[in-house]
Protein backbone atom coordinates (compact mmCIF):
# COMPACT_ATOMS: atom_id res chain seq x y z
CA UNK A 1 0.00 0.00 0.00
CA UNK A 2 1.20 2.97 -0.96
CA UNK A 3 1.77 5.23 2.34
CA UNK A 4 0.79 8.82 -0.20
CA UNK A 5 -2.45 7.89 -0.66
CA UNK A 6 -5.57 7.69 0.32
CA UNK A 7 -7.92 5.91 -2.30
CA UNK A 8 -10.66 6.00 0.80
CA UNK A 9 -10.38 9.15 2.71
CA UNK A 10 -11.25 11.75 0.37
CA UNK A 11 -15.05 11.37 0.01
CA UNK A 12 -17.08 9.87 2.50
CA UNK A 13 -15.23 9.82 5.52
CA UNK A 14 -13.90 13.02 5.77
CA UNK A 15 -16.84 15.75 5.70
CA UNK A 16 -16.10 17.00 9.23
CA UNK A 17 -12.66 17.85 7.98
CA UNK A 18 -14.05 19.44 4.63
CA UNK A 19 -15.78 21.67 7.16
CA UNK A 20 -13.03 22.36 9.09
CA UNK A 21 -10.73 23.01 6.36
CA UNK A 22 -13.20 25.67 4.87
CA UNK A 23 -13.26 27.33 7.99
CA UNK A 24 -9.52 27.53 8.43
CA UNK A 25 -9.37 28.56 4.38
CA UNK A 26 -12.13 31.30 5.14
CA UNK A 27 -10.19 33.07 8.26
CA UNK A 28 -7.11 32.32 5.96
CA UNK A 29 -8.66 34.64 3.10
CA UNK A 30 -10.18 37.15 6.11
CA UNK A 31 -6.64 37.57 7.67
CA UNK A 32 -4.63 37.69 4.51
CA UNK A 33 -4.96 41.48 3.20
CA UNK A 34 -4.68 42.90 6.71
CA UNK A 35 -2.05 40.88 7.93
CA UNK A 36 1.03 39.57 5.00
CA UNK A 37 2.73 36.71 5.86
CA UNK A 38 6.43 36.39 6.19
CA UNK A 39 7.25 34.51 2.61
CA UNK A 40 9.18 31.62 4.65
CA UNK A 41 7.08 31.38 7.54
CA UNK A 42 4.85 28.14 8.34
CA UNK A 43 1.55 28.34 9.52
CA UNK A 44 0.16 26.38 12.31
CA UNK A 45 -3.73 25.71 11.12
CA UNK A 46 -4.76 23.50 14.08
CA UNK A 47 -3.37 21.66 17.42
CA UNK A 48 -4.93 18.48 18.74
CA UNK A 49 -4.49 16.90 21.97
CA UNK A 50 -5.32 13.23 22.92
CA UNK A 51 -4.49 12.35 26.46
CA UNK A 52 -4.58 8.85 27.02
CA UNK A 53 -2.94 6.64 30.11
CA UNK A 54 -1.07 4.65 27.66
CA UNK A 55 0.41 7.54 25.90
CA UNK A 56 -0.59 11.69 25.40
CA UNK A 57 -0.47 12.81 21.49
CA UNK A 58 -0.21 16.67 20.77
CA UNK A 59 -0.53 17.22 17.07
CA UNK A 60 0.56 20.62 15.29
CA UNK A 61 -1.48 20.65 12.01
CA UNK A 62 0.87 22.95 9.46
CA UNK A 63 0.65 24.30 5.88
CA UNK A 64 4.37 23.52 5.24
CA UNK A 65 6.50 20.42 6.75
CA UNK A 66 9.05 22.28 9.61
CA UNK A 67 12.30 20.92 11.09
CA UNK A 68 11.67 20.40 15.28
CA UNK A 69 14.15 19.52 17.77
CA UNK A 70 13.41 18.28 21.56
CA UNK A 71 15.27 17.49 24.22
CA UNK A 72 13.90 16.70 28.12
CA UNK A 73 15.13 17.94 31.11
CA UNK A 74 14.63 16.53 34.94
CA UNK A 75 14.09 18.00 38.15
CA UNK A 76 11.37 19.32 37.20
CA UNK A 77 10.37 16.97 34.32
CA UNK A 78 10.01 18.94 30.99
CA UNK A 79 10.00 18.17 27.60
CA UNK A 80 11.30 21.01 25.57
CA UNK A 81 10.19 21.02 21.64
CA UNK A 82 11.84 23.86 19.52
CA UNK A 83 10.27 24.56 16.04
CA UNK A 84 11.97 26.19 13.36
CA UNK A 85 10.29 28.45 10.46
CA UNK A 86 7.26 29.46 12.28
CA UNK A 87 6.13 33.02 14.29
CA UNK A 88 3.89 32.70 17.00
CA UNK A 89 -0.16 33.11 16.21
CA UNK A 90 -3.45 32.23 17.68
CA UNK A 91 -3.15 28.67 17.04
CA UNK A 92 -0.03 27.70 18.69
CA UNK A 93 -1.10 29.93 21.48
CA UNK A 94 -4.30 27.57 21.21
CA UNK A 95 -2.34 24.58 22.67
CA UNK A 96 -2.13 25.99 26.34
CA UNK A 97 -5.49 25.38 26.93
CA UNK A 98 -6.13 22.82 25.34
CA UNK A 99 -4.29 20.77 27.91
CA UNK A 100 -6.53 18.99 30.20
CA UNK A 101 -6.13 18.89 33.89
CA UNK A 102 -6.65 15.42 33.82
CA UNK A 103 -4.11 14.83 30.90
CA UNK A 104 -1.64 11.72 32.91
CA UNK A 105 1.55 13.36 31.27
CA UNK A 106 1.07 17.00 30.96
CA UNK A 107 0.91 19.19 33.67
CA UNK A 108 1.04 22.50 31.51
CA UNK A 109 2.52 24.17 28.38
CA UNK A 110 4.66 27.48 27.69
CA UNK A 111 4.92 28.49 24.13
CA UNK A 112 7.51 31.46 23.25
CA UNK A 113 9.14 33.18 20.02
CA UNK A 114 12.42 31.73 21.37
CA UNK A 115 14.38 32.98 18.46
CA UNK A 116 13.39 35.06 15.31
CA UNK A 117 12.46 31.65 13.62
CA UNK A 118 11.84 29.72 16.89
CA UNK A 119 8.87 28.51 18.62
CA UNK A 120 9.98 26.85 21.78
CA UNK A 121 7.21 24.71 23.70
CA UNK A 122 8.00 23.71 27.31
CA UNK A 123 5.88 20.78 28.71
CA UNK A 124 5.63 20.84 32.27
CA UNK A 125 5.25 17.19 33.24
CA UNK A 126 3.68 15.24 35.63
CA UNK A 127 5.64 12.05 35.04
CA UNK A 128 8.99 11.36 33.26
CA UNK A 129 8.69 10.54 29.67
CA UNK A 130 9.99 8.94 26.73
CA UNK A 131 8.97 11.05 23.79
CA UNK A 132 8.73 9.94 20.44
CA UNK A 133 8.61 13.56 17.79
CA UNK A 134 8.11 12.83 14.12
CA UNK A 135 6.30 14.54 10.99
CA UNK A 136 3.96 13.09 8.72
CA UNK A 137 3.48 14.06 5.54
CA UNK A 138 -0.43 14.95 3.91
CA UNK A 139 -2.92 12.74 3.78
CA UNK A 140 -6.45 12.71 3.33
CA UNK A 141 -7.79 15.41 4.44
CA UNK A 142 -4.56 16.91 7.16
CA UNK A 143 -1.99 18.56 5.67
CA UNK A 144 1.91 18.37 7.01
CA UNK A 145 1.50 17.03 11.12
CA UNK A 146 3.97 17.19 13.65
CA UNK A 147 3.64 14.92 16.17
CA UNK A 148 4.53 14.85 19.69
CA UNK A 149 3.92 11.52 21.68
CA UNK A 150 4.52 11.41 25.19
CA UNK A 151 5.15 7.71 26.41
CA UNK A 152 5.66 6.72 30.41
CA UNK A 153 9.13 5.50 30.79
CA UNK A 154 7.80 2.19 31.76
CA UNK A 155 4.96 1.25 30.19
CA UNK A 156 1.94 -0.28 31.74
CA UNK A 157 1.33 -4.09 31.00
CA UNK A 158 -1.84 -5.02 28.74
CA UNK A 159 -2.40 -7.67 31.56
CA UNK A 160 -3.20 -5.52 34.50
CA UNK A 161 -5.64 -3.74 32.30
CA UNK A 162 -7.78 -6.75 32.62
CA UNK A 163 -7.59 -7.31 36.43
CA UNK A 164 -10.64 -6.33 38.29
CA UNK A 165 -11.41 -5.10 41.85
CA UNK A 166 -9.30 -7.94 43.91
CA UNK A 167 -12.38 -7.94 46.38
CA UNK A 168 -15.06 -8.11 44.00
CA UNK A 169 -13.80 -10.48 40.96
CA UNK A 170 -13.45 -14.06 41.70
CA UNK A 171 -11.01 -14.55 39.15
CA UNK A 172 -8.88 -11.34 40.19
CA UNK A 173 -6.40 -14.03 41.64
CA UNK A 174 -6.18 -16.03 38.40
CA UNK A 175 -5.75 -13.33 36.30
CA UNK A 176 -2.69 -11.95 38.42
CA UNK A 177 -1.30 -15.27 38.54
CA UNK A 178 -1.72 -15.20 34.52
CA UNK A 179 0.32 -11.28 34.45
CA UNK A 180 2.78 -12.84 36.79
CA UNK A 181 3.60 -15.96 34.52
CA UNK A 182 3.68 -14.36 31.44
CA UNK A 183 6.10 -15.98 29.29
CA UNK A 184 9.08 -13.53 28.79
CA UNK A 185 8.92 -14.10 24.85
CA UNK A 186 5.41 -13.50 25.06
CA UNK A 187 5.13 -10.24 22.89
CA UNK A 188 4.89 -6.59 24.17
CA UNK A 189 3.53 -3.72 22.44
CA UNK A 190 5.57 -1.65 20.27
CA UNK A 191 5.30 -0.19 16.93
CA UNK A 192 7.79 -0.67 14.20
CA UNK A 193 10.79 2.13 13.64
CA UNK A 194 10.36 3.41 16.99
CA UNK A 195 11.24 1.62 20.56
CA UNK A 196 8.76 1.97 22.92
CA UNK A 197 9.45 1.98 26.94
CA UNK A 198 9.93 -1.45 28.54
CA UNK A 199 6.50 -2.84 30.22
CA UNK A 200 6.51 -2.25 34.32
CA UNK A 201 7.28 -5.57 36.03
CA UNK A 202 4.83 -6.23 38.53
CA UNK A 203 5.38 -5.56 41.99
CA UNK A 204 6.25 -8.93 43.92
CA UNK A 205 3.23 -10.38 45.16
CA UNK A 206 3.49 -12.75 48.27
CA UNK A 207 4.09 -16.39 46.67
CA UNK A 208 0.65 -17.43 45.51
CA UNK A 209 -0.71 -20.63 46.50
CA UNK A 210 0.35 -23.86 44.75
CA UNK A 211 -2.45 -24.33 42.04
CA UNK A 212 -5.52 -27.24 43.37
CA UNK A 213 -4.98 -30.37 42.02
CA UNK A 214 -8.68 -30.66 41.92
CA UNK A 215 -8.89 -27.43 39.58
CA UNK A 216 -6.11 -27.14 36.66
CA UNK A 217 -5.09 -23.70 36.39
CA UNK A 218 -6.07 -23.77 32.47
CA UNK A 219 -10.06 -24.85 33.66
CA UNK A 220 -9.61 -21.74 36.12
CA UNK A 221 -8.59 -19.44 33.77
CA UNK A 222 -11.48 -17.35 31.91
CA UNK A 223 -12.25 -17.20 28.39
CA UNK A 224 -10.57 -13.77 27.09
CA UNK A 225 -11.88 -11.81 24.61
CA UNK A 226 -10.43 -8.83 22.99
CA UNK A 227 -12.00 -6.23 22.09
CA UNK A 228 -10.79 -3.99 19.47
CA UNK A 229 -12.85 -0.30 18.93
CA UNK A 230 -11.58 0.80 15.64
CA UNK A 231 -9.58 4.00 14.73
CA UNK A 232 -9.52 6.65 17.68
CA UNK A 233 -7.30 10.13 18.32
CA UNK A 234 -6.51 11.49 14.95
CA UNK A 235 -8.45 9.19 12.92
CA UNK A 236 -12.41 9.29 12.71
CA UNK A 237 -13.27 6.37 11.23
CA UNK A 238 -15.99 6.96 8.68
CA UNK A 239 -18.02 9.81 9.04
CA UNK A 240 -21.88 9.59 8.82
CA UNK A 241 -23.85 12.55 7.05
CA UNK A 242 -25.16 13.89 10.45
CA UNK A 243 -21.33 13.92 11.42
CA UNK A 244 -21.44 10.61 13.99
CA UNK A 245 -17.68 9.25 14.25
CA UNK A 246 -16.88 5.83 13.82
CA UNK A 247 -14.20 6.14 16.30
CA UNK A 248 -17.02 7.41 18.84
CA UNK A 249 -20.06 4.82 18.22
CA UNK A 250 -17.20 1.64 17.73
CA UNK A 251 -15.74 2.67 21.10
CA UNK A 252 -19.64 2.75 23.27
CA UNK A 253 -20.57 -0.43 21.43
CA UNK A 254 -17.17 -1.84 22.35
CA UNK A 255 -17.62 -0.70 26.07
CA UNK A 256 -21.25 -2.07 26.28
CA UNK A 257 -20.02 -5.80 24.88
CA UNK A 258 -17.20 -5.03 27.59
CA UNK A 259 -19.90 -4.85 30.28
CA UNK A 260 -22.05 -7.89 29.37
CA UNK A 261 -18.81 -10.31 28.59
CA UNK A 262 -17.65 -9.20 32.07
CA UNK A 263 -20.77 -10.32 33.53
CA UNK A 264 -20.56 -13.74 32.72
CA UNK A 265 -19.34 -15.96 35.21
CA UNK A 266 -15.71 -17.32 33.33
CA UNK A 267 -15.20 -14.89 30.68
CA UNK A 268 -13.37 -11.76 30.81
CA UNK A 269 -13.07 -8.93 28.05
CA UNK A 270 -10.21 -6.59 26.95
CA UNK A 271 -10.36 -3.47 25.32
CA UNK A 272 -7.64 -2.68 23.08
CA UNK A 273 -8.52 0.90 23.15
CA UNK A 274 -10.26 2.05 25.91
CA UNK A 275 -10.51 6.06 25.06
CA UNK A 276 -10.30 8.19 22.46
CA UNK A 277 -7.15 7.98 21.11
CA UNK A 278 -4.97 6.15 18.35
CA UNK A 279 -3.53 2.91 18.42
CA UNK A 280 -1.48 0.79 15.50
CA UNK A 281 -2.96 -2.06 14.10
CA UNK A 282 -0.43 -3.81 15.02
CA UNK A 283 0.02 -2.30 18.45
CA UNK A 284 -3.72 -4.10 18.25
CA UNK A 285 -2.90 -7.35 17.26
CA UNK A 286 0.18 -7.46 19.53
CA UNK A 287 -1.74 -6.31 23.09
CA UNK A 288 -4.57 -9.37 22.03
CA UNK A 289 -1.54 -11.21 21.87
CA UNK A 290 0.38 -10.52 25.01
CA UNK A 291 -2.84 -11.24 27.14
CA UNK A 292 -3.31 -14.31 25.36
CA UNK A 293 -6.59 -13.72 24.24
CA UNK A 294 -8.75 -16.14 22.88
CA UNK A 295 -11.11 -14.47 20.53
CA UNK A 296 -10.40 -11.07 18.75
CA UNK A 297 -13.34 -8.80 17.36
CA UNK A 298 -12.44 -5.61 15.55
CA UNK A 299 -15.46 -3.67 16.03
CA UNK A 300 -16.79 -0.42 12.92
CA UNK A 301 -18.86 0.76 11.29
CA UNK A 302 -18.50 0.80 7.44
CA UNK A 303 -18.92 3.53 4.72
CA UNK A 304 -19.93 3.65 1.15
CA UNK A 305 -20.27 6.46 -1.87
CA UNK A 306 -23.86 5.57 -1.93
CA UNK A 307 -26.16 6.08 0.98
CA UNK A 308 -28.40 3.21 -0.05
CA UNK A 309 -25.67 0.53 1.00
CA UNK A 310 -26.41 -0.88 4.29
CA UNK A 311 -26.71 -3.65 6.97
CA UNK A 312 -23.69 -5.96 9.15
CA UNK A 313 -20.97 -8.04 7.77
CA UNK A 314 -18.55 -10.01 9.31
CA UNK A 315 -14.91 -10.81 8.28
CA UNK A 316 -11.86 -13.02 8.94
CA UNK A 317 -8.45 -12.83 7.16
CA UNK A 318 -7.75 -14.17 3.43
CA UNK A 319 -4.13 -14.89 2.71
CA UNK A 320 -4.99 -15.17 -1.08
CA UNK A 321 -7.28 -12.63 -2.11
CA UNK A 322 -10.33 -11.12 -0.95
CA UNK A 323 -13.84 -12.73 -1.23
CA UNK A 324 -15.26 -9.62 -3.38
CA UNK A 325 -13.47 -6.24 -4.50
CA UNK A 326 -15.85 -4.53 -1.79
CA UNK A 327 -14.22 -6.44 0.81
CA UNK A 328 -10.79 -6.11 -0.74
CA UNK A 329 -11.83 -1.87 -0.77
CA UNK A 330 -13.49 -2.22 2.85
CA UNK A 331 -10.00 -3.99 3.50
CA UNK A 332 -8.41 -1.21 2.24
CA UNK A 333 -9.67 1.42 4.05
CA UNK A 334 -9.40 -0.11 6.90
CA UNK A 335 -5.33 -0.80 7.03
CA UNK A 336 -5.08 2.94 6.00
CA UNK A 337 -6.05 3.78 10.12
CA UNK A 338 -2.39 3.59 10.41
CA UNK A 339 -1.99 6.19 7.89
CA UNK A 340 -4.55 8.64 8.97
CA UNK A 341 -3.77 8.06 12.52
CA UNK A 342 -0.36 8.41 12.45
CA UNK A 343 2.51 5.92 12.84
CA UNK A 344 6.17 6.69 13.04
CA UNK A 345 6.73 4.32 9.95
CA UNK A 346 9.86 2.43 10.36
CA UNK A 347 11.66 1.24 7.28
CA UNK A 348 10.80 -2.45 8.12
CA UNK A 349 7.04 -2.18 8.16
CA UNK A 350 5.91 -3.98 5.21
CA UNK A 351 8.55 -6.74 5.56
CA UNK A 352 7.29 -7.45 9.23
CA UNK A 353 3.82 -7.21 8.09
CA UNK A 354 4.71 -10.06 5.45
CA UNK A 355 5.95 -12.26 8.19
CA UNK A 356 2.86 -11.81 10.53
CA UNK A 357 0.52 -12.74 7.45
CA UNK A 358 2.83 -15.90 6.63
CA UNK A 359 2.39 -17.10 10.29
CA UNK A 360 -1.36 -16.85 10.00
CA UNK A 361 -2.41 -20.69 10.03
CA UNK A 362 -5.04 -21.93 8.40
CA UNK A 363 -6.40 -23.13 11.96
CA UNK A 364 -7.04 -19.80 13.00
CA UNK A 365 -8.46 -18.56 9.99
CA UNK A 366 -11.21 -21.71 10.39
CA UNK A 367 -11.95 -20.53 13.63
CA UNK A 368 -12.62 -17.10 12.75
CA UNK A 369 -14.95 -18.46 10.22
CA UNK A 370 -16.80 -20.22 12.67
CA UNK A 371 -17.12 -17.42 15.57
CA UNK A 372 -17.83 -14.94 12.64
CA UNK A 373 -20.81 -16.97 11.09
CA UNK A 374 -22.39 -17.76 14.81
CA UNK A 375 -22.56 -13.78 15.18
CA UNK A 376 -23.54 -13.09 11.99
CA UNK A 377 -26.49 -15.08 12.29
CA UNK A 378 -26.87 -13.52 15.69
CA UNK A 379 -26.71 -9.88 14.37
CA UNK A 380 -29.09 -10.74 11.24
CA UNK A 381 -32.00 -11.11 13.96
CA UNK A 382 -31.67 -7.55 15.01
CA UNK A 383 -30.63 -5.84 11.67
CA UNK A 384 -30.41 -6.10 7.81
CA UNK A 385 -27.20 -8.13 6.88
CA UNK A 386 -25.47 -6.81 3.94
CA UNK A 387 -23.71 -10.35 3.13
CA UNK A 388 -25.14 -13.29 4.77
CA UNK A 389 -21.92 -15.15 4.96
CA UNK A 390 -18.47 -14.34 6.37
CA UNK A 391 -16.60 -12.33 4.26
CA UNK A 392 -13.01 -12.73 3.18
CA UNK A 393 -9.95 -9.99 2.88
CA UNK A 394 -6.47 -9.01 4.21
CA UNK A 395 -7.30 -7.22 7.00
CA UNK A 396 -3.97 -5.83 8.72
CA UNK A 397 -5.60 -6.22 12.53
CA UNK A 398 -6.40 -9.95 12.03
CA UNK A 399 -3.14 -11.41 11.25
CA UNK A 400 -2.42 -12.69 15.27
CA UNK A 401 -1.44 -16.21 13.74
CA UNK A 402 -2.74 -18.15 17.22
CA UNK A 403 -6.16 -15.89 17.78
CA UNK A 404 -9.30 -16.69 15.94
CA UNK A 405 -10.09 -12.76 14.62
CA UNK A 406 -12.67 -11.14 13.33
CA UNK A 407 -13.70 -7.82 11.81
CA UNK A 408 -17.84 -6.88 12.28
CA UNK A 409 -18.64 -3.76 10.39
CA UNK A 410 -22.06 -3.40 12.29
CA UNK A 411 -23.70 -1.20 10.06
CA UNK A 412 -23.38 1.62 7.32
CA UNK A 413 -22.66 4.97 8.72
CA UNK A 414 -23.25 6.36 5.64
CA UNK A 415 -26.50 5.26 5.23
CA UNK A 416 -28.96 8.06 6.98
CA UNK A 417 -31.18 5.64 8.75
CA UNK A 418 -28.51 2.79 10.10
CA UNK A 419 -26.43 6.66 11.19
CA UNK A 420 -29.37 7.22 13.07
CA UNK A 421 -29.66 3.23 14.79
CA UNK A 422 -25.84 3.40 15.75
CA UNK A 423 -26.49 6.32 17.66
CA UNK A 424 -29.19 4.91 19.43
CA UNK A 425 -28.11 3.73 22.64
CA UNK A 426 -30.58 0.75 22.39
CA UNK A 427 -29.69 -0.25 19.30
CA UNK A 428 -25.82 0.17 20.34
CA UNK A 429 -26.98 -2.83 23.25
CA UNK A 430 -28.94 -4.76 20.48
CA UNK A 431 -25.91 -5.14 19.04
CA UNK A 432 -23.45 -5.91 21.81
CA UNK A 433 -25.73 -8.66 23.06
CA UNK A 434 -26.12 -9.86 19.53
CA UNK A 435 -21.93 -10.34 19.45
CA UNK A 436 -22.01 -11.42 23.43
CA UNK A 437 -24.92 -14.63 21.74
CA UNK A 438 -22.73 -15.43 19.36
CA UNK A 439 -19.85 -15.47 21.24
CA UNK A 440 -21.19 -17.77 23.82
CA UNK A 441 -22.53 -19.91 21.04
CA UNK A 442 -18.76 -20.46 19.62
CA UNK A 443 -17.13 -21.29 22.95
CA UNK A 444 -19.99 -23.96 24.16
CA UNK A 445 -19.28 -25.64 20.97
CA UNK A 446 -15.50 -25.30 20.93
CA UNK A 447 -14.61 -25.70 24.45
CA UNK A 448 -11.17 -26.80 24.24
CA UNK A 449 -9.43 -24.40 22.70
CA UNK A 450 -6.09 -24.37 20.86
CA UNK A 451 -4.64 -22.45 24.14
CA UNK A 452 -0.33 -22.20 23.49
CA UNK A 453 0.79 -23.03 26.80
ZN1 LIG B 1 -13.42 1.23 10.46
Redesign the pocket.
Known sequence: MADDSCPSSSGISLNGFSRRRLIATASTLFILPVVPRMAMAGTILAVRTWPADEYTRVTLEMDSELKAEHFTLEGPDRLVVDIQGLTMNRAINDLVSKIRPNDPYIASVRVAQNRPDVIRLVMDLKQPIAPQVFTLKPIGEYKYRLVLDLYPKVAQDPLLAIMGNKDSDPLAQVLEDLAQNAPSEAPIPSVNGQKLPPIAKKPQAPAPPPPSVAQPRDEARPILVALDP??GGEDP??IGRNGTR?KDI?LNIARRLKKLIDSQPNMRAYLTRDNDYFVPLQVRVQKARRVKADLFISI???AWIKPSARGSSVFALSQNGATSSAARWMAQ??ND?DLIGGINLGSHNKQIAQVLLDLSTAAQINDSVRVGDRILSEIGKINTLHKNRVERAGFAVLKAPDIPSILV?TAFISNPEEERLLRSPAHQDRIAKAMLSGISDYFATRPALARKA
Request: no cysteine.
Open positions: GHGAEVHADREAE
